[in-house]
């Protein structure tokens, strides 16, 4: 006891708190599995081309993927686009430097 009759409270450590053994182990099994919802999807989408053994739909994935549709297709072409863009202008910028350099002299 310390003065005044109170006494020092003693704090749990984690391993105080948290069951063990075989209670342990059961909270391990009853607690489901979290998937985020991308991660649930994909394994859907996954499961869904496993069972169908189409051929078509195969093909037709195959295609859209490579094809002018796709997603990633239509960003590099943007991304081309940009870096293009870029170059000109910096080469138009370029330009201007050099003609107010020779004015200046």
Known sequence: PLQGGRQKRTQKTKSEV????????LNQISRPEKLSTVAKTSADWNLFKEKSDNAQLKEELEKKAMGNESYLVKKDFLNRVDVRRFE????????????????KK
């Open 18 to 25: 948290q069951p063990k053994g075989l209670d342990s182990l």
């Open 88 to 103: 000109l202008e910096k080469a138009e910028r370029e330009k201007e430097r050099v003609k107010r350099a020779a004015s």
